[in-house]
């Protein structure tokens, strides 16, 4: 697997960097997904509704955008290493603050700086893969990150669920806080720069503004940006609703809906795989058709059930077919957004995924909005984000073949 414009890189230290990179992108699970089995406590012990902290979801997916549409010009202008250091500090630091947070209110403000830190981990390890690689290969790397990131909500949730056996959910960011320290050392010790002098670009705010323009003016890349985006979101309206449909609706403890939380997690690993194996002779293109049909499948199955009545057991293949979906469609629609913006990786990521956060934050507050005695809101909302995700990809991102990264 060779970088753009670089030689040939040893087996070894390919699998150094997927596991670096990896775990740096997987900082929205790990934010996200940790302390969700805790939100039903949480709504006790802060004296909130249910739609009342999930807005500290909605919260983490504002930092979420707003840290990346920062971050990613910051690092096409001065590196990659500084900003991505200086947002895994912060990350650590709000995580402390988070687990002291007396309200909702408070922790509401405190998740949006959490999730601003934790998305210079997200865009810039996407930025110095695009550094790397191109084509097939960007495509391909993509997937096996997806591999290392889909651990996180694998585990997420079973650490977030085990941590309230001994304490509190304040012991929740504690632990996120010293993932951070280990990943500030990670990134530290063993991520060395991959942006030169020479390719950085410098101009200021204007300049930011203006390359924001030029990439939204891209047709495919909106079709590739809204595609994915939407599947996205449809899993955040999953992760959202969830904790209060498996634990309060259906009765489940917190840790048997941490163990279904990974078991649909383990489906973005396996999809994962999935593509990084089958890119190279299906094309990116075509996975993104597969797991946009994977993902509407879901969203219908799942409806299906919560209108049938039929129990958990019921809703479970839809959640996991929406999830699974996700390791076949989010690297190979970020490669093909990105196959025509080589040169202005960060800011191009910035906008990608501030639209896929943007569209998590309007969400996760959406699907409580009828309390905790139906999960009909969230099966609707995940059917009308999948639908949409086909439409974008249907009207916007369906065309011959371009470039090296198309299929």
Same mark, same amino acid.
């Given at each position: 697997?060779?970088?753009?414009?670089?030689?040939?890189?040893?087996?070894?230290?390919?699998?150094?960097?997927?596991?670096?990179? $990896?775990?740096?992108?997987?900082f929205?699970?790990l934010?996200?997904?940790?302390?969700?089995?805790?939100?039903?406590?949480?709504?006790?012990?802060?004296?909130?509704?249910?739609?009342?902290?999930?807005?500290?979801?909605?919260?983490?997916?504002?930092?979420?955008?707003?840290?990346? #549409?920062?971050?990613?010009?910051?690092?096409?202008?001065?590196?990659?290493?500084?900003?991505?250091?200086?947002?895994?500090?912060?990350? !650590?630091?709000?995580?402390?603050?988070?687990?002291?947070?007396?309200?909702?209110?408070?922790?509401?403000?405190?998740?949006?700086?959490?999730?601003?830190?934790?998305?210079?981990?997200?865009?810039?390890?996407?930025?110095?893969?695009?550094?790397?690689?191109? $084509?097939?290969?960007?495509?391909?790397?993509?997937?096996?990150?997806? #591999?290392?990131?889909?651990?996180?909500?694998i585990?997420?949730?079973?650490?977030?669920?085990?941590? &309230?056996?001994?304490?509190?959910?304040?012991?929740?960011?504690?632990?996120?806080?010293?993932?951070?320290?280990? &990943?500030?050392?990670?990134?530290?010790?063993?991520?060395?720069?991959?942006?030169? =002098?020479?390719?950085?670009?410098?101009?200021?705010?204007?300049?930011?503004?203006?390359?924001?323009?030029?990439?939204a003016?891209?047709?495919?890349?909106?079709? *590739?940006?809204?595609?994915?985006?939407l !599947?996205?979101?449809?899993?955040?309206? *999953?992760?959202?609703?969830?904790?209060?449909?498996?634990?309060?609706?259906?009765?489940?403890?917190?840790?048997?809906f941490?163990? #279904?939380?990974?078991?649909?997690?383990?489906?973005?690993?396996?999809?994962?795989?999935?593509?990084?194996?089958?890119?190279?002779?299906?094309?990116?293109?075509?996975?993104?058709?597969?797991g946009?049909?994977?993902?509407?499948?879901? !969203?219908?199955?799942?409806?299906?059930?919560?209108?049938?009545?039929?129990?958990?057991?019921?809703?479970?293949?839809?959640?996991?077919?929406?999830?699974?979906? #996700?390791? &076949?469609?989010?690297?190979?629609?970020?490669?093909?957004?990105?196959?025509?913006h080589?040169?202005?990786?960060?800011? !191009? &990521?910035?906008?990608?995924?501030?639209?896929? *956060?943007?569209?998590?934050?309007?969400?996760?507050?959406?699907?409580?909005?009828?309390?905790?005695?139906?999960?009909?809101?969230?099966?609707?909302?995940?059917?009308?984000?999948?639908?949409?995700?086909?439409?974008?990809?249907?009207?916007?991102?369906?065309?011959p073949?371009?470039? =090296?990264?198309?299929?």
């Amino acid at each position: 697997m060779a970088p753009a414009g670089g030689p040939e890189r040893t087996r070894g230290a390919t699998v150094r960097l997927i596991v670096v990179l $990896g775990a740096l992108s997987a900082f929205a699970p790990l934010a996200i997904d940790m302390y969700l089995p805790a939100l039903p406590a949480l709504t006790t012990d802060l004296h909130g509704s249910a739609s009342e902290i999930q807005l500290t979801l909605t919260a983490c997916f504002v930092g979420l955008a707003l840290g990346q #549409i920062v971050a990613g010009p910051l690092s096409d202008a001065y590196g990659r290493r500084r900003p991505l250091l200086v947002g895994l500090a912060a990350f !650590a630091v709000a995580s402390l603050l988070c687990a002291a947070a007396p309200s909702v209110a408070a922790l509401i403000v405190l998740r949006v700086v959490q999730g601003a830190a934790g998305a210079a981990g997200i865009v810039i390890s996407r930025a110095v893969v695009r550094d790397l690689f191109s $084509g097939i290969e960007l495509a391909r790397f993509y997937a096996l990150t997806m #591999i290392v990131n889909g651990a996180a909500p694998i585990l997420a949730p079973i650490v977030g669920g085990l941590v &309230l056996l001994v304490t509190s959910w304040h012991g929740t960011f504690v632990v996120l806080a010293a993932i951070g320290v280990v &990943l500030f050392l990670t990134a530290a010790l063993g991520l060395p720069e991959s942006l030169p =002098p020479a390719a950085r670009r410098r101009g200021g705010v204007g300049a930011t503004v203006r390359t924001f323009r030029e990439v939204a003016g891209d047709r495919m890349f909106v079709g *590739y940006a809204l595609a994915g985006g939407l !599947a996205l979101a449809a899993m955040f309206a *999953y992760i959202a609703g969830s904790p209060f449909v498996v634990e309060t609706l259906y009765g489940a403890s917190p840790q048997v809906f941490s163990l #279904i939380f990974a078991t649909n997690a383990l489906g973005i690993v396996l999809a994962g795989q999935i593509s990084a194996i089958s890119v190279t002779r299906l094309g990116p293109q075509r996975l993104v058709v597969v797991g946009l049909a994977t993902s509407l499948t879901g !969203a219908l199955v799942l409806l299906g059930a919560v209108v049938a009545g039929v129990g958990l057991i019921g809703i479970l293949p839809g959640f996991f077919l929406v999830t699974s979906s #996700i390791g &076949l469609i989010l690297p190979n629609a970020t490669a093909l957004a990105l196959a025509d913006h080589g040169h202005r990786a960060g800011s !191009a &990521l910035a906008l990608l995924g501030a639209l896929q *956060y943007v569209v998590g934050a309007l969400v996760a507050p959406i699907v409580g909005i009828a309390g905790t005695g139906t999960a009909l809101p969230m099966a609707i909302v995940v059917a009308i984000l999948s639908l949409g995700a086909v439409a974008a990809y249907l009207g916007l991102a369906r065309s011959p073949a371009r470039g =090296p990264a198309a299929a």
